[in-house]
Nanobody, 126 residues
Framework: QVQLVESGGGSVQVGGSLRLSCAASGITYSSCMVWFRQAPRKEREGVAAISAGGGVLYYADSVKGRFTISRDNAKNTLYLQMTSLKPEDTAIYYC????????????????????WGQGTQVTVSS
């Protein structure tokens, strides 16, 4: 059974940093893993994706240069290092996984992911 558990969210001031973690179990090595986020009254959006081996990365334009996605397959853990945080980064952050690779045309499509964590709140205040 697949299980994804996020942690590391919290409250931070503008310009601060946070690192989110997602502990995965039941996921095979050959999985695309993604961070999504959902702000109040907005649709869930893809933030960053990483392929099984870590060689393929995708980022939303809004976070390029500020966020870094990574994974440690030995620990079955996905990470999102967030720096230079802005108020518009405030959202619930979810990790998600699928049992196929990451593709440029679909990495940020919520319908492509069967497995989701419960989410962790990130609040950025000025």
């Amino acid at each position: 059974q697949v299980q994804l558990v996020e942690s590391g969210g919290g409250s931070v001031q503008v310009g601060g940093s946070l690192r989110l973690s997602c502990a995965a179990s039941g996921i095979t090595y050959s999985s695309c893993m993604v961070w999504f986020r959902q702000a109040p009254r907005k649709e869930r959006e893809g933030v960053a994706a990483i392929s099984a081996g870590g060689g393929v990365l995708y980022y939303a334009d809004s976070v390029k240069g500020r966020f870094t996605i990574s994974r440690d397959n030995a620990k079955n853990t996905l990470y999102l290092q967030m720096t230079s945080l802005k108020p518009e980064d405030t959202a619930i952050y979810y990790c998600a996984a699928r049992l196929t690779g990451c593709f440029s045309a679909s990495w940020n499509n919520v319908r492509e992911y069967a497995y989701w964590g419960q989410g962790t709140q990130v609040t950025v205040s000025s």
